[in-house]
Each structure stands twice: as C-alpha cells, then as structure tokens.
C-alpha cells in the first residue's frame, strides 16, 4: 500500500496492456452477443444476453480503468516465462515421443539445466517421476496416453 | 424410532471385518484417486467397479460408498498442498489451506480439512437418514426462478473476494462468466464462441482451466517469489500439525453449521456441491470470528469449505433415495454401481426395497468412518510433500499439471488449454486481477443463464416470476440486501478517506 | 491367376481371423449424450448390466454422460474418437433430430450406426388427476388463457419439442414449452409443480405413475402401452390422429470405427437382444417395444428417419 504523499509510480504499460486486452475480449463477446446471437428472443433472454451484458460490463470498466490515473506496479519478470518456454517444448515432445518420455526429459532437464542440481538428484527426481506416472496412470488407471511419433512407428 | 430400527438392520447386515476391511481398501484407494487432479470419484468408481463383480453387494456398495468419501476426502489434498484444487468445490479450500501450507501449516490444514469433511459429511448422512423423504420435497420447491436467485446469490457474494481493487475484481468475474458461456448453451442448443473448434463446443473444461489458473500460474509464481534456501517458513512437525482437542472443539461449530448448508443445498436440483461450499464459506466469513482473515489461510476457511462439500454430496442422496431424482453429479456416479441390487430409482424404493436403502445409507456412515481413519493414516506422509524443496517441486508440479489436464478429457486440446489459462492468469494477477473470482462465476454461470432462461419460458416474459413465491422473495431480498449493503459500505469508507484528507 | 487367387484368399483370411480377434481391450466408454437418470442412461446403464450379468462382454464398460446442447455435445465428444473402437455411444432418434434443428458439425454421416434394439414413445404427464383430470382438461385450462399453460421437456429442437409442437398445432390454444437440461431436472419441476405437465419417455416416469406421484393424460405412441400405461388413451384415441412418434433406441461408435469392431459389437448387442434379462427387465418392464436392426439396416432406417424429421422440423418451421 502506498502512503498518500509517496510519489506515484508512473503508470506501468504493462498492466495498461493487460486491461486493454481485457477490454477487447469483453467488447468481442459483447459484439456477438448482440449483433449474432439474439439478446432477447421469445419473451426472454436469448443467447446472446450474458455475452452482451456481461462482456459490455468488463468492456466498460476496462475503458474506465484504463482512463483513471491509478497507479500500478506491474510484478512481471522475464525470468518466470522459462517454465512456459520449456513447457511448450515439453508438450510440443509428447507428440513425438510419447507423454511419459517427455515429461521425465522435462523434469531432467530442468532440474539440471535451469536449478543446476547435481546429474545424481536429477536423474533420481526425473526417474522418481516417470516410474510413478507409469505406474499411476499406465499401468493402474489406464488411461490411454496420446498417440506419437514413436508408437506409431514401433 | 422407526428410523434407527431401520438404521439397526441397515447396520446388522453390513457390519463385518470383512465389509470393514473392504471400506477401509476402498477410502484409501479413493483418498489416492481424489488427490489426483483431474481424476475424481467417476474414474475411481468405474475402476472399481469390475473389481466389485464378484462381490456380495452389500459389500461392493460398501466398498464403492468408502471410495466415494475417500475422493471426498482426498480433494483436498492437492488444493492445499500444490493449490491446484482438484474439482469445483475445493477451490475454497484451495483459498485458504493453500497460504497455510505457504506459512508451514500444511500439515493442520490437511487434517482440519479431513476433520471437517467427517464431520460435515456425518451431518448430511444423518440429516438424510432422519429427514431424507421431508428433505426431497424441500428441494422440490425450488424451481427455475428460486435455482435461479439462488446461484445469484453465491455470484453476489464472491464480492468480498474482490480484493483492493473493486473494477478489477468485477472485470475477472465477468470474464469467468464470459467463458463459461462458449460452447452449445443448454437452453439455447446452438454454438457460441466456439471459433469454430470442435473442442470448445463441450466449453471451455473446468479441470484444465483451474488446473492452469491455479496450480500452473503458481509455478510461474514460484519462479522468483521462491524462499532462499534455508529461510522459508518452518513446516510445523507433525505431532503439532495434529488438531488438540481444543482445536477440534474450535472446528465443530465451523463444521456442523457448513454441513448444515451443504446439505440443505445439496438436494436442490442441480445446485451441487459447489454452491454448497461457496455458501458455506460465505456464512462463515459473514458470521464467524475469524472471518476477516479467511482467505488469507484461515483454517476455518478450509473447514467450512470442506464440511459444506461432504454435506452436499449426502445431501444429493435424499432426492434420489426419497424421489428417484438423480441430483447432478455425484449422487449418479454411485448410480452406476448400485444398479447391481436391482435397483430402480423411484419414490417407491423406501416402501419396496427397505433393505438396499438402509444397507446403503448404514454403509455411507461406515464409509465415512473408514474414509477417516485412512486419511489420518496417510497425511503424515503427505506432508512430506511439504519438505520437498522448490527446486524440485517446480517440474513436478508442472508434470503433474501436464497429466491432470490430459486425464479429464484425454484430449491433449485440454493441455494448450491450461497452459494458455496458466499465462493469461499470470498476466492477469500481475496486473491486479484476482483469480478466484473468475473461476467461481465460471462453474456458477451455466446453470444461473439456464435457470433464468427457463424462468422466462415459465411465466411466458413474465420478470415477476423472480419474486412470486416465499422463497424467491426471501432470496432476492437477500441479494439486494447485500448489494445495497457493499453499495453503502464502499460510500462511507470513500467518504471516511476524503475527511482524512 | 493362381497366385493373385492365393493370395487374395490369405488376405481374405487375414482379414476375417483378426475380424475373430478382435476383442476390446481397457475400458470401453460408454458415451450418453444426456444427463444421469433420463431414458438413454437407464438404457446404457441396463445394456452394460445385461452385458456384464451374462458374460457377453468382458471389458470394463463405463457408462460416460455428455449431456447438453440436445445431444450435440455426446455426439461430439464421440466425433473426437474418430477411429477408436473403444467408444460406444446411444444413438437416438431425438440425438439425430437435434443434429438436423441445430445445423450441428457432428451429423448422422459422421457416426457409425452399430444396432438398434428397441423402439420407444413419449407420454405426456401431470402432477396428478387434481390438477388435470385428461387432456381435455389441459386443453379447456389452455383456451381460457394463451400460454398459461407449461409444458416441460428436454432441449430445444428435440423430440420432446417436435411431438409437443405436433400436439399444440393440431389445437386451437396455445400452449407453452419448457426445455429442462435432463429427464432428471424436468421431473423434479413437474413433481414440483413448477410446469402444468411434461412429456417423458415412459420408462422415466413409470414408477412415478405406479406411485401415484405422476398421472398420465395420454400417450404419442400408435398403439396402446403396457402397465402401468395401459389405461393411457393415445392421443389418436383422443380424436388427435397423426400425433405419434416412434422413436427408435440405438447404438453408434465413432466415424471410421474400424469394420471388426463394427462387427464385434453388432454381435454383442444381438447377443444382449436375446438375453431374458434384456427382454424382461427393460423391455418389458420400461413398457418399450423390442425390435432388432443390425448395423446395415439401422444405418438406412436411420437416414430415412432422418428426412422425415427434417422434412417435419420444416413443416413445424424450426428450420429453413
């Protein structure tokens, strides 16, 4: 919380462009509703009532947000973005190699790659990791893993 | 009397080692099957269920009522541990045990949970054994216009959970609202927002939704927000972890009243377990001592919670026991399991086949029991899922969210899809927006547009449906009470501040 | 010559010992597009029981609700296991007739129709005789004032609907629908007094009419049914010919369902068919009348029904 005579952080752009996203996915929804969908059909509220109203009120505020002076600190870092760069690449692999290979490789990779634990601790977590998803989802639960590369090929 | 004699030869059957054992194996099983997210009670039951074949029904039903409440149980494992809360009512939990196991009481927060869900849980199951036929015809009142300002209710009180910033907070819960709306609407029977995927007309699932906003924006989180080594918080040891007896005592009010509610919305038609939760965890915030901190990692947060669950998933029995309704959901996933006495769901059963209902709700007592004492087994080594460091806990949440979201639906759809969520919330709490909000409008909003539709049909365009029968009155005065209450709340403090200035 | 007749007559062979073998493996997903409790659950629910009780079939069937969307939601869920001989799924006459109402993605092209084993009908129904002796109570309350009166059924665009739009353009009042989201919700506002009347497959509202919590005003089937609707007039009896519908129950897997397996489970629900168990405790006691269509033949009957409904979705203008 700031004190009122702190000096005010310049808007951060950051947080601006979250709100004006936030805005142009309220104002689509609102669009559809009411041009496509119907708002009011029949006597009462057609398909397009919630997306309307409720996509309008999201759109509004947004715009009356977005018009205040308030500040915001925005807490975004580069460095959270790693776990998303490494997941895509991870689920990206399932589709060649199969669930479980990837996501152990995941796992391997990251702890030695990115936390820097030692190859041992590594190999035992990601090991630890695929033997139990085998054994849980495989071999108890069976549930059918996705097709790939790999299977398809062997 | 007649009850508890029937309640007795309920009993007379069902207790023996044998079925004890089989409900002990079955809470565990089910406790494991709950934990997992993505995975609940439908996947447990029809695992178990070939298993059962050979079995005399008294103990299958037995079996299959204890992993019942073992899922129950479990649910609120991965909500408190990993906060990635494994179905629609354990995002309360989630809420509160999740920033207790931040502050080293994860291991009180699990077994409080396990404590409450008993006890909530036993409320339902005696209300449903004193009043199960009277219970029925009290949901039958309800009908679209009363569901309808019920659901309107829980959305009006998710307003305390708004946080600091009030537009903020509205805009996400629209937002949860407006992506619960994608898909073929029920009432409407044609695509919305579906840009033309196959894999949106369903709607956007639930799991993988709350599996990225949750448990996969955490992680993100983790990445820098991350104790250094050595000076986080100290996981409190296990001896102190469990509840003393004044601490239990401190849990019963919290509890018996949340089973209370959950049960009494747990009959209504389609309501759910969810609503059940949310508006036990709203009374408690309104009338408990506690109720400022809640959120923030309370433990009667995570008691009201889980004590609502449990009792409205005993409380869906009374209509399909009493009237031969199925309540969505839950009650009909044991449906499948019980079709082996024969069964056939009617207002007859009571008078017709006296001995599978009592058998059946005698086993739910055991079931419960049993469900219990294996949770209490088990979360010693659960917490040691605490000491894990973060290090290590980061790809392996991010696995385990990999392989809840594929699970649900195996639809690898669903995995982008919680990895898209898990982003765009990051995005979006980075810049103020709360996320819980989102997520309960999301579970609320199909059955609130449904009901009001459905309302309109009704009274042929008639708005005054809303307000024409005692409980719909009573509900919409609530509601305006409490938007006319945050309404004047917000006016006063606004003009407290100018005088300060 | 001889060696292309060898070895057309080992492919042959090949083809027709892995049509033998194969066997389901896992769990088999029993997919119902509509929520526990209606009529294709209990049906799903008592074709696994029957399978399971004689040893037909000894994978794991789970029976899986997709409700929503009249039907479509099932149906696309089933869509999105193209190929997987593992997916059953009920196929009914109004899943179909949605498809057609709602211009839906996932048509009757886009399944595999695998048998038919029984066709059913719809009644109409009442909180109790208090309410509305028979019909021509209903229709009196109607005329005295337009759209007074409810009429609650599942989905828009459905069968509930169609017969209900048959019914009320053959009377001179009007008359008011309700779609509920399942049989399940629309019984529990019919006992609750919450819609005048609703229509109902018989075999989800017969033990609410044997227990007097329900009362039957008259039945869209050709002929009279069994107990306990067999004082039931239809409505051709009651001087409305033509309001009938048959609706046939059904089964279909996914597009492109391989041919061996389309054959193993045509098998398995003719061996279910002539089960005592099947006979007995669902056709007989759900008051539905028993009929057996192999794959080939539903998968024309069906096409045919499907112009009859769109040519009747037309007529009643639901669609353009």
Redesign the interface.
């Known amino acids: 919380m700031l004190s009122?005579d702190a000096p005010r952080p310049p808007r951060?752009l950051?947080?601006s462009a979250?709100?004006f996203?936030?805005f142009c996915?309220?104002a689509v929804?609102c669009g559809?509703g009411l041009f496509s969908?119907g708002f009011w059909m029949?006597?009462?509220?057609?398909?397009g009532?919630?997306?309307t109203v409720?996509?309008g009120?999201?759109a509004l505020?947004?715009a009356?947000?977005l018009a205040r002076p308030a500040p915001?600190a925005?807490?975004?870092?580069l460095?959270?973005?790693?776990?998303?760069i490494?997941?895509?690449a991870?689920?990206a692999l399932?589709?060649v190699i199969g669930?479980v290979p990837a996501?152990t490789l995941?796992?391997l990779l990251?702890?030695r790659l990115v936390?820097r634990?030692p190859w041992r601790?590594s190999i035992l977590?990601a090991a630890a990791?695929g033997l139990s998803?085998t054994l849980?989802?495989d071999v108890?639960?069976?549930?059918?893993?996705?097709e790939n590369l790999l299977s398809t090929l062997f | 009397m007649e009850t508890l004699l029937a309640l007795q030869s309920g009993f007379a059957t069902s207790l023996s080692l044998g079925n004890l054992g089989a409900a002990l194996t079955g809470a565990a099983l089910g406790i494991v099957v709950g934990a997992?997210p993505g995975?609940g009670s439908v996947?447990g039951i029809a695992?178990l269920l070939p298993l059962t074949f050979g079995m005399d029904p008294t103990t299958a039903v037995i079996l299959l009522a204890a992993l019942y409440y073992g899922c129950m149980f479990g649910g609120a494992y991965s909500a408190i541990l990993l906060n990635i809360p494994g179905d629609a009512p354990a995002v309360m939990t989630a809420l509160d045990g999740y920033p207790m196991a931040k502050r080293g009481e994860g291991g009180k927060a699990l077994f409080s949970a396990n404590i409450a869900s008993f006890i909530g849980g036993t409320t339902g199951i005696v209300a449903l054994s004193f009043m199960g036929p009277l219970l029925a015809e009290i949901g039958l009142m309800f009908g679209p216009p009363e569901t309808a300002a019920l659901i309107l209710l829980a959305l009006c009180s998710i307003g305390w959970m708004l946080g600091d910033n009030i537009?903020?907070g509205?805009?996400a819960t629209?937002?949860g609202?407006?992506l619960a709306?994608v898909g073929i609407?029920s009432t409407?029977g044609?695509a919305?927002?579906t840009l033309g995927s196959m894999h949106l007309l369903n709607g956007v699932s639930f799991i993988p939704l709350v599996i990225g906003m949750f448990g996969?924006c955490q992680?993100?989180?983790m990445?820098?927000d991350r104790p250094k080594p050595g000076e986080g918080p100290k996981q409190i040891p296990l001896r102190a972890a469990i509840p003393s007896r004044r601490e239990t005592l401190r849990l019963l009010p919290v509890s018996l009243r949340s089973g209370l509610i959950g049960t009494l919305v747990g009959i209504l038609p389609g309501a759910g377990a969810t609503t059940g939760a949310f508006l036990s965890y709203m009374v408690q915030r309104k009338i408990g001592r506690n109720g400022a901190e809640m959120g923030k990692g309370a433990v009667e947060g995570v008691a009201a919670s889980e004590a609502g669950n449990n009792g409205a998933a005993a409380g869906s029995f009374a209509p399909l026991l009493s009237l031969g309704i199925p309540g969505s959901g839950t009650s009909a996933v044991l449906l499948g399991g019980l079709m082996m006495w024969g069964l056939q769901p009617g207002p007859l059963l009571f008078a017709t086949r006296p001995d599978f209902v009592w058998g059946l709700v005698s086993s739910m007592y055991i079931g419960t029991v049993m469900a219990v004492i294996a949770a209490m087994l088990i979360i010693p080594f659960l917490m040691q899922i605490l000491r894990i460091p973060i290090?290590?806990l980061?790809?392996?949440i991010?696995?385990v969210c990999?392989?809840g979201a594929?699970?649900v639906n195996?639809s690898?759809f669903d995995?982008?899809l919680m990895?898209g969520f898990?982003?765009a919330a990051?995005?979006?709490k980075?810049?103020?927006?709360p996320i819980a909000p989102l997520i309960l409008a999301f579970v609320l909003?199909p059955r609130l547009?449904s009901s009001?539709?459905r309302?309109?049909?009704i009274s042929?365009?008639d708005p005054w449906i809303f307000v024409s029968s005692p409980i719909s009155v009573t509900l919409v005065s609530v509601i305006c009470a409490l938007i006319l209450m945050s309404v004047v709340g917000a006016g006063v403090s606004w003009m407290r501040k100018r005088a300060a200035? | 010559m001889q060696v292309r007749m060898i070895l057309a007559a080992a492919v042959a062979m090949g083809i027709g010992a892995q049509a033998q073998a194969w066997e389901p493996e896992?769990?088999v997903e029993f997919v119902v597009p509509y929520s526990a409790g209606g009529g294709s659950d209990v049906n799903a629910r008592m074709l696994a029981e029957t399978w399971r009780a004689n040893d037909i079939v000894d994978a794991n069937v789970v029976v899986l609700n997709k409700p929503g969307g009249s039907g479509a939601v099932g149906n696309t869920y089933a869509f999105s296991k193209t190929g997987n001989p593992n997916t059953l799924m009920t196929f009914i006459a109004g899943q179909m007739m949605s498809t057609i109402s709602n211009d839906a993605a996932v048509k009757l092209e886009n399944v595999t129709p695998l048998a038919t084993l029984s066709v059913d009908t719809l009644v109409l129904v009442t909180r109790s005789a208090d309410d509305f002796a028979d019909f021509d109570a209903l229709v009196a309350a109607a005329s005295a004032e337009p759209n007074s009166i409810t009429i609650g059924g599942v989905s828009r665009g459905s069968e509930d609907h169609l017969v209900f739009t048959m019914l009320s353009d053959s009377l001179d009042a009007e008359l008011q629908y309700v779609p509920f989201d399942g049989g399940g919700d629309a019984l529990s506002a019919l006992l609750g007094g919450h819609v005048d009347a609703a229509i109902f497959n018989p075999s989800e509202i017969g033990q609410q009419v044997a227990a007097g919590r329900a009362h039957p005003l008259g039945a869209f089937s050709e002929e009279r049914l069994s107990e306990p609707f067999d004082s039931t007039a239809t409505f051709a009896e009651l001087g409305y010919p033509g309001v009938a519908i048959s609706l046939f129950r059904g089964y279909a897997g996914p597009p492109e369902m391989p041919a061996e397996a389309v054959a193993y489970w045509e098998e398995k629900l003719k061996a279910a068919y002539d089960t005592e168990m099947w006979q007995q405790d669902y056709i007989q006691d759900k008051g539905l009348v028993a009929r057996f269509m192999g794959a080939e033949e539903s998968a024309e009957f069906y096409a045919a029904e499907a112009e009859k409904y769109e040519r009747l979705l037309k007529a009643a203008g639901f669609i353009d």
């Open positions: 009122p951060s950051f947080a979250v709100t996203a936030v996915f309220g929804f559809f969908y029949e006597g009462g509220p057609g398909a009532f919630f997306p409720f996509g009120g999201t505020l947004a009356l947000d915001v925005a807490r975004v870092r460095k959270n973005h790693a776990p998303v490494a997941m895509v991870a689920i399932i589709s669930m996501m995941f796992v990251w702890l936390e634990a601790r977590v990791t998803t849980l989802f108890w639960l069976r549930v059918a893993f996705p | 997992i995975l996947t695992l537009a903020k509205l805009m629209m937002l609202i407006l709306v609407g409407f044609h919305r927002f996969f992680l993100l989180e990445m820098t290090s290590v980061i790809p392996v991010g696995t990999v392989f594929y699970s195996g690898m995995v982008w990895l898990g982003v990051y995005y979006l980075a810049a103020d927006f909003t547009e009001i539709r309302s309109f049909d042929n365009g200035q | 896992g769990t």
